[in-house]
């Protein structure tokens, strides 16, 4: 690509992200957005093909950017408090871009692409346990139970508190997953 269309892109972006701050994505239009970007619209149609592809661009960037510093699948398996405390640190981190991305209607999609690519991240190392019902289960509900926990506490307990509380549940969560299948293996 070049330095023009990347700069084009770039302007598209900021404008979206600017309109964004302001509006949900269902009330934002390309016409507004190209004339903020101060593009024809056929260009915006260049680069996407409608709000919604970009909005999905931008999320996918923010959910990879947001699992590029996790701790290794191995970590997460073997210490998984850690990998919900870098979890947590994770989306914490993204701050106020985050916040507007996934606001109003788009915020239960934030936690469905977090699952799917935490588990993949999981899946790509230990393929196995794709098919166990157990660690699905688990993870889901550590993923789902650590995002509204954090959306309905981080500012009235604080992040340490937070991260503590979430870091034991998900130790005690997969120590009994691992004590079950300890005993069914026995038996």
């Avoid at 149609?45 to 950017?65: T, W």
């Avoid at 936690?111 to 230990?126: N, P």
Wanted: a negative charge; charged letters at 20%.
């Amino acid at each position: 690509m070049d330095l023009r269309a990347k700069r084009t892109r770039q302007n598209i972006i900021n404008a979206f992200i600017q309109l964004r701050g302001q509006k949900p994505l269902e009330k934002i239009t390309v016409k507004e957005l190209s004339e903020l970007a101060m593009i024809n619209k056929a260009t915006f149609y260049l680069h996407f093909q409608d709000i919604y592809d970009l909005s999905n661009m931008l999320e996918d960037e923010m959910i990879a950017s947001a699992l590029k510093d996790m701790p290794t699948p191995t970590e997460l398996i073997e210490n998984p408090g850690i990998g919900t405390a870098s979890l947590i640190k994770a989306v914490a981190l993204q701050g106020q871009l985050f916040q507007t991305l996934f606001s109003g209607n788009r915020e239960h999609i934030f936690v469905q692409k977090m699952e799917l690519a935490f588990k993949e991240l999981i899946w790509r190392e230990y393929p196995e346990l794709k098919e166990n019902a157990a660690y699905d289960i688990a993870y889901t509900l550590l993923i789902y139970g650590a995002y509204h926990a954090y959306l309905n506490h981080h500012k009235e307990y604080g992040m340490q508190m937070l991260t503590e509380v979430l870091s034991g549940a998900s130790t005690g969560v997969f120590n009994q997953l691992h004590m079950s299948e300890k005993e069914q293996n026995i038996l």
